[in-house]
């Protein structure tokens, strides 16, 4: 049973929310001097080369039949969402896609239902048909009277997706391996797969120029703080509470991006605040027994 959250799991919440909240202007700034690729592959190269010695020393204390799970939380949980919200935001402000992001818990109790059971309510449906509404109205454009499908901003919806079956494969099946050897061999498989990029027959253009120092720089706090640290303070707060609270982090995240955004002189439209609106109270009503 999850135990009730207490001051030092809502503190991680809070540090999680702030952080990750940060991520998306970071990747905006890493953007300006890479590729989508190359900004995906040096984040977790960052974080996987933080981690690495950690990882290698708690290589062994995973449980062998724990570890193709552990390889699918990499890949869904990690490295597919770090490159899927690098393309997409090379064509979607940073703020909307934080307010996309906050579509986490709804995918992550859609996954609690059909893979593991878990018994809904009709504020539950409710939560559901909102935050996927809200979702639409971001990825669907208007240009010139016309509507347009952004298929971009839908990679950051399939990022989420991502993100809600990662935290139900660690709460259900990896709840009794160590946060510490989970988050430190994970980001360490993620940085060593990202790796693989740079030796591939038409791999990126990773030379430094003096215009990519700031690039870089962001990417690296991205991948130090948002990636690895964060990981194992949050695969810690999914132990210790539920799926469900410690994909609330995505209460304070949206808005964080938002300020970020129009301190960077991003526009923000009346769709944007009905959206984040409708989102945040889909995470409310999905929250509710």
């Not at 990750?20 to 590729?35: A, D």
């Not at 039949?65 to 402000?93: D, N």
């Not at 409710?126 to 901003?153: K, P, S």
């Not at 703080?225 to 469900?244: C, D, E, R, V």
């Amino acid at each position: 049973m999850s135990k009730s959250p207490g001051f030092i799991n809502w503190l991680i919440l809070l540090l999680l929310s702030l952080v990750w909240g940060s991520s998306f202007i970071l990747i905006k700034k890493g953007l300006t001097g890479f590729g989508f690729v190359e900004a995906a592959s040096i984040r977790l190269m960052a974080a996987g080369a933080v981690f690495l010695p950690f990882g290698l020393y708690h290589f062994g204390k995973i449980p062998r039949e724990k570890w193709r799970f552990l390889v699918l939380v990499t890949f869904v949980g990690m490295f597919i969402p770090a490159f899927l919200f690098c393309l997409a935001q090379q064509h979607v402000q940073s703020a909307v896609a934080g307010i996309l992001n906050a579509l986490t818990p709804v995918f992550t109790f859609l996954f609690s239902i059909f893979l593991f059971k878990k018994v809904y309510r009709i504020n539950h449906v409710a939560g559901l048909l909102l935050g996927l509404v809200c979702a639409v109205m971001l990825v669907i454009e208007r240009t010139d009277a016309a509507f347009t499908l952004n298929i971009y901003a839908g990679l950051i919806v399939l990022a989420t997706v991502c993100y809600g079956l990662n935290i139900n494969l660690v709460k259900n099946y990896l709840n009794d391996v160590s946060s510490v050897a989970l988050s430190t061999v994970s980001v360490s498989m993620g940085g060593l797969l990202a790796f693989v990029f740079i030796f591939l027959p038409n791999h990126q253009n990773y030379a430094m120029t003096e215009e990519r120092w700031m690039p870089l720089a962001a990417l690296v706090v991205l991948g130090i703080m948002g990636t690895a640290l964060a990981q194992l303070f949050f695969y810690k707060l999914i132990k210790n509470t539920s799926p469900i609270f410690a994909s609330s982090t995505t209460y304070i995240m949206p808005v964080v991006a938002v300020m970020w955004g129009l301190l960077d002189g991003e526009v923000f439209h009346l769709e944007h605040v009905l959206s984040i609106a409708g989102i945040l109270t889909a995470v409310v009503l999905l929250r509710k027994n």
